[in-house]
């Protein structure tokens, strides 16, 4: 028999390229894992902000007792100011205070002359009648100012001490008012002599009073303004002819 020859010796097998793509690929799609990785763990700014906030709306503070005793005593304040406020007004529609009056029942008007044509000189004496019309309330004249006025031209001034009235009583003081040297024009100076002559020579009294009504631990203090025109007989025996009077607030 004849021998066969022997078989070729089997060539290797070139090896595929593709193997070292999947390892490639591995790599390379790794690669991508491992550095996002880290991103999606890192934290956004307004996520912490929002988490911060939440924690605080979580923790109540306590408020400082500084601010709950300045709070109570406003509110205590703000209901004596109320109490005090209705109180006044239950008084007023109740009691229904009167205002004092001022009034003026005789008068005295001893000289009048006169040491140059501009130069006037006179002596008046009149009695005011202070009265407290209420029945339930005092009142304190706290503050009396006396004006003497002729033809709304000033020529004489007087103060009183300050008193006190009870319910519905009535004082009467005694004014004295000199005048010496006032200037008066030339037009009132002719007047005066005019009305001395025909025997009526009219005056004017204004009043300014600073007033305190007084009701138990309840007290109210306002001005009063009372004003008098009259008309008298000339001097040196003048007395009261007529009178108007009126007093208001």
Not at 34 to 40: D, E, G
Not at 90 to 102: A, C, D, G, R, W
Not at 147 to 176: A, C, K, M, N, W
Not at 208 to 220: D, E, M, P, Q, S
Request: glycine fraction near 4%; charge should be positive; aromatic fraction near 10%.
């Amino acid at each position: 028999m004849l021998a066969l020859p022997p078989p070729p010796p089997l060539s290797p097998q070139p090896q595929k390229e593709t193997m070292s793509t999947p390892l490639q690929q591995i790599v390379i799609s790794k690669q991508p894992m491992i550095q996002n990785t880290p991103a999606q763990y890192t934290e956004n700014p307004a996520t912490r902000k929002v988490m911060k906030q939440q924690t605080l709306l979580r923790q109540p503070r306590r408020t400082n007792p500084m601010v709950w005793c300045c709070a109570i005593i406003c509110l205590i304040f703000s209901l004596l100011l109320i109490f005090f406020g209705i109180a006044t007004l239950i008084i007023f529609l109740v009691i229904k205070p009167k205002t004092p009056l001022f009034d003026i029942p005789g008068v005295s008007l001893s000289s009048i002359y006169f040491d140059s044509p501009e130069n006037f000189n006179g002596d008046f004496t009149f009695l005011a009648n202070f009265s407290n019309p209420n029945r339930k309330i005092d009142v304190r004249f706290e503050y009396v100012y006396i004006e003497l006025y002729f033809s709304d031209r000033l020529i004489g001034t007087q103060t009183l001490p300050p008193f006190t009235q009870r319910q519905r009583e009535s004082r009467l003081e005694t004014v004295h008012l000199i005048s010496s040297l006032v200037s008066l024009p030339n037009n009132l100076g002719l007047e005066l002599r005019r009305q001395v002559q025909i025997n009526r020579v009219a005056y004017d009294i204004r009043g300014t009073f600073r007033v305190r009504a007084n009701l138990g631990l309840i007290h109210f203090s306002y001005w009063l303004h009372g004003r008098c025109q009259l008309e008298m007989t000339g001097p040196p025996t003048g007395v009261l002819v007529t009178r108007s009077c009126r007093t208001k607030r």
